[in-house]
């Protein structure tokens, strides 16, 4: 069974930059659709973005030209960078992987955006 681990929360000021990625055991973006999904307290997870096995790409509203999710499928990672962050980004990011395989997701890593 494939193992998502998230990295690179933490907090950043207004107008900042950071760099999630999420590691996964196996070879997977080849047979899976991954994306990114964010939750706050009381509410239930937010689609952010996501890539096709396909390589295509797709965003929320909220993120639209600010951030860019991508892959490296020799590291078997998934990105997300966000720039331009926003106190409401404040959330803690999940990546998710679906298609040939079990829906899975990762364990989160929380970024909080904050002066």
């Known amino acids: 069974q494939v193992q998502l681990v998230e990295s690179g929360g933490g907090l950043v000021h207004p107008g900042g930059s950071l760099r999630l990625s999420c590691a996964a055991s196996t070879s997977i973006f080849r047979i899976a659709d991954m994306a990114w999904y964010r939750q706050t307290p009381g509410n239930g997870r937010e689609y952010v973005a996501g890539?096709?096995?396909?390589?295509?790409?797709s965003y929320s509203d909220a993120v639209k030209g600010r951030f860019t999710i991508s892959r490296d499928i020799a590291k078997n990672t998934l990105y997300l960078q966000m720039d331009n962050l926003k106190p409401d980004d404040t959330a803690v990011y999940y990546c998710k992987a679906t298609g040939d395989i079990p829906n899975t997701w990762g364990q989160g890593t929380q970024v909080t955006v904050s002066s």
């Open positions: 890539i096709t096995k396909a390589g295509s790409t």
